[in-house]
């Protein structure tokens, strides 16, 4: 099997000859060809060869598109920054009052220069080996609202001025959906999405159920119908909502918090995705101890329609070694 059959045989829950092996190597990548995060986000080249040359090396079944870039909130008007050796991350948000939301101008992604950036990126991926699948960060409504308005003042909002978080939600996703149409035709074989801002430890069920659940099942659902497939990243606590999570349709769950055995037998239908520890156990751990945990994984979803990952993004510093176990666990 070619890495990209494995991985969409997974996703379907069909036998594959192994687990796939999916680890978030963005930083690692970076770091390893001695390139700064900035110069990698600033020249596509050097991310991409940094992708190609550490899945070359290593073996995986995976080349990751860059994340953190918003390009929604991006071209709503926040202002965002790239520091020499982190994230990027917005320094103004251009909603400094919730009200200011019935006079945005209409989002278009394409306008933004980081929406053909991204594509770009998406695009020599692909093009360097079609049996590598590559994998495309991008963002939900609600996740996009915190850029546009931050976070903070947005949980505020919800309480406070609920119509208003409502009427921003709605605006959202159409521009979602053509970044997410704009990656699949770049050449993104599926697409990757955090939610970390809507999980059980920072927000309840009833406004999850009110202010994310109806506008992201709106954009999955509309992606699965176009034959797009979605790994939902569930960041963090996610068990009092992942009922109302299986309505949105994602085609697979990447685990943080959550129990993969009791997860595999409640919700059978879907793909799940990680979960070996990214700090404790792929940064700071042996790679004997990646080994067990990662075979323990594949032992508690019975093997089927699975990806082997980390439970997130790898930090830069991973060693190699690890990562090896990693792969060496799925064979």
Not at 176 to 182: K, Q, Y
Not at 225 to 238: F, Q, R
Request: glycine letters at 6%.
């Amino acid at each position: 099997m070619t890495s990209k059959e494995r991985v969409l045989q997974a996703v379907k829950g069909l036998p594959c000859d192994r687990v796939p092996v999916l680890p978030l190597t963005r930083a690692v990548g970076v770091r390893a060809k001695g390139y700064r995060l900035s110069d990698a986000i600033a020249d596509p080249a050097l991310y991409v060869h940094s992708q190609i040359d550490l899945q070359k090396e290593l073996g995986y079944d995976a080349l990751w598109g860059l994340s953190g870039i918003d390009v929604a909130a991006c071209a709503a008007g926040s202002e965002m920054v790239i520091p020499e050796d982190n994230p990027p991350h917005f320094v103004k948000h251009v909603l400094s009052d919730i009200g200011q939301v019935h006079g945005l101008a209409a989002i278009n992604p394409e306008a933004s220069p980081w929406f053909a950036g991204l594509c770009r990126i998406v695009s020599m991926l692909s093009g360097n080996n079609r049996e590598i699948p590559v994998v495309a960060p991008f963002r939900l409504p609600f996740m996009t609202a915190t850029d546009i308005r931050g976070a903070s003042d947005l949980y505020r909002d919800l309480l406070r001025r609920p119509e208003e978080v409502l009427f921003l939600m709605e605006l959202l996703v159409e521009p979602v959906l053509r970044l997410a149409r704009g990656l699949r035709e770049a050449g993104a074989d599926l697409l990757w999405t955090p939610v970390p801002s809507a999980n059980q430890d920072v927000m309840s069920r009833k406004s999850y159920e009110r202010f994310v659940h109806p506008y992201h099942k709106r954009v999955l659902h509309k992606l699965r119908e176009e034959g797009i497939t979605v790994i939902l990243h569930l960041c963090g606590n996610w068990g009092d909502r992942l009922d109302l999570v299986s309505r949105e349709e994602a085609a697979v769950w990447h685990l943080d918090k959550e129990d993969l055995a009791l997860v595999r037998n409640t919700y059978p239908e879907v793909a799940l995705m990680g979960k070996v520890q990214t700090v404790k156990t792929l940064l700071l751990s042996t790679p004997e101890d990646v080994l067990e945990e990662a075979r323990n994984n594949i032992l508690d979803v019975q093997g089927r329609g699975f990806l082997l990952s980390g439970d997130c993004g790898l930090p830069p510093g991973t060693p190699l070694e690890n990562l090896r176990a990693l792969v060496k666990a799925a064979n």
